[in-house]
């Protein structure tokens, strides 16, 4: 059974940082892309960033870009989104997601396997 399980959300000021991890299971880990996506109340789950099979390469929405970072630790079969200069438009609910392509990408039909999701708020 496929589980990932992401950690690490919370309550923080604007200008301040996080990292989440999240922890995968029961799926050929370093095989796959990671992605991570985020779903504010009443809007659509919008794509965050994304990180390929082995940490070669890495893309960011716009909206994080130069504030997000994405990266995995294979051998502990985790992946992280470290956070800096949150914003309050940066509240959302968090999700990790396993690709079916190893390259990665920012649709949500290419993610077969996604986690339960971690509160992320930042207060103005």
């Known amino acids: 059974q496929v589980q990932l399980v992401e950690s690490g959300g919370g309550l923080v000021q604007a200008g301040g940082s996080l990292r989440l991890s999240c922890a995968g299971s029961g799926l050929p880990f370093s095989t796959y892309a990671m992605g991570w996506f985020r779903q504010a109340p009443g809007k659509e789950r919008e794509f965050v960033a994304y990180?390929?099979?082995?940490?070669?390469?890495?893309y960011s929405a716009d909206s994080v870009k130069g504030r997000f970072t994405c990266s995995r630790n294979n051998a502990k079969n985790t992946v992280y989104l470290q956070m800096n200069s949150l914003k309050p438009e940066d509240t959302a609910v968090y999700y990790c997601?396993?690709?079916?392509?190893?390259?990665?990408?920012?649709?949500?039909?290419?993610?077969?396997?996604w986690g339960q999701g971690t509160q992320v708020t930042v207060s103005s």
């Open positions: 997601a396993a690709s079916t392509r190893y390259d990665g990408s920012s649709r949500y039909s290419d993610y077969a396997y």
């Open positions: 990180i390929t099979w082995n940490g070669g390469n890495t």
